[in-house]
């Protein structure tokens, strides 16, 4: 009993309020410590002083490095430091060094990232490296934003699909007579719409698991993704816009009548489509088609033309903008089949 009678006294004093007494000061608490001092002076680490500012070279790798941080504000800011130093550049790396391979390396992984602000200014990055930089790394940005635009975030497959518009945009006509492109590009597209694909019996896509499922009607990513499966079957199915070669006055002597013939290619890699060095049995995937006739053939010996048919026969029936995209795919795909004789 004195041992509980003495805890309740402890604890009854702990809550009562202390009393100030006349000329003296308020009691100060057990935790207190004094500050009352003064210091004669000051110790600093040694520090590296300079009067110039860093180089660009030196500006530019420091920032490519912070791309690989854990950190989504630090990829963020050096990213936007990045696009700043580019444009001054006018698109191009400063310093032989640091080569595009080694840009795009760095660059491409943060377009599965869940910061939005950061997948933002990683599309304006590329947009902003010089296209004559770019057009030899095609598949390797294609690759990346394939794999983006099967993310299970939405917000990453739409930012996905917003970097193939991009490519679309400049560079359209290598995408689609890439190795890979055409087939896969139709792949990506029809499972992100969630449209089922059916060859000799056998289902990809569509109604399957996972990120495949068709995401809800008239929503916005059904939109853009429809904007860019309009954009992609209107480059790889239409006509080839050939260049007429001028023949100069006093030139009409072979070989400059045949010149594009003996001339050194322009494209990357020209004979890839043959697959001389592979080994092993070459799928649709991993050809490439560089003529429109033989980019109809794939789409429709492939599955690809009922299952577009199919989609967009839903989409029209939704109508709004969903509709009306659909609807320009729908007019695509009959002028091209139209003029191929079809039945369309």
């Known amino acids: 009993m004195g041992s509980s009678a003495k805890k309740k006294r402890e604890k009854k004093q702990t809550f009562q309020k202390a009393k100030l007494k006349v000329g003296k000061g308020k009691p100060l608490p057990d935790n207190h410590t004094s500050t009352a001092f003064q210091t004669r002076k000051i110790v600093l680490s040694t520090q590296s002083l300079s009067i110039s500012a860093p180089t660009l ?9 912070l791309l690989t941080s854990t950190s989504p504000s630090h990829r963020r800011d050096s990213l936007s430091h990045l696009i700043h130093l580019l444009r001054q550049l006018s698109g191009r790396p400063p310093t032989t060094s640091i080569s595009t391979r080694l840009l795009l390396s760095r660059v491409l992984p943060n377009l599965s990232s869940p910061s939005r602000s950061v997948r933002a200014n990683t599309l304006t990055l590329l947009r902003a490296v010089d296209p004559v930089l770019v057009a030899p790394h095609l598949q390797t940005i294609f690759l990346a934003l394939r794999s983006a635009a ?7 497959r739409m930012d996905a699909l917003r970097g193939v518009d991009w490519l679309l945009q400049g560079f359209a006509g290598e995408l689609v ?11 990506m597209l029809c ?15 569509g109604n399957g698991k996972g990120w495949s499922k068709p995401s809800k009607a008239g ?15 209107e480059k790889g199915l239409g006509k080839e816009e050939r260049e007429e070669e001028v023949e100069e006055p006093g030139t009409d002597v072979w070989p400059v009548t045949y010149g594009s013939w ?8 020209p004979f890839r489509r043959l697959g001389l060095f592979e080994t092993g049995a070459i799928g649709p995937e991993d050809m490439a088609f560089e003529v429109s006739e033989e980019r109809w053939d794939i789409f429709v010996e492939e599955g690809f033309m009922d299952a577009v048919k199919r989609g967009i026969e839903k989409g029209r029936k939704e109508g709004g903008d969903v509709g009306r995209a659909a609807g320009i795919v729908y007019k695509i795909l009959h002028d091209t089949d139209k003029s191929r004789g079809g039945s369309e």
């Open 219 to 233: 929503s916005k990513e059904d939109l853009v993704a429809l904007q860019v499966m309009g954009r992609f079957l």
């Open 177 to 187: 007579a890439a190795r890979g492109g055409w087939v896969r590009g139709l792949r």
């Open 57 to 65: 070279q030196s500006s530019f790798a420091h920032h490519l490095s």
């Open 262 to 269: 003996v001339r050194v290619p322009q494209r990357v890699d």
């Open 150 to 156: 099967t993310n299970l975030v939405a917000d990453i």
């Open 191 to 205: 499972a992100v719409l969630g449209w089922e694909v059916v060859k000799d019996g056998v289902r990809t896509g």
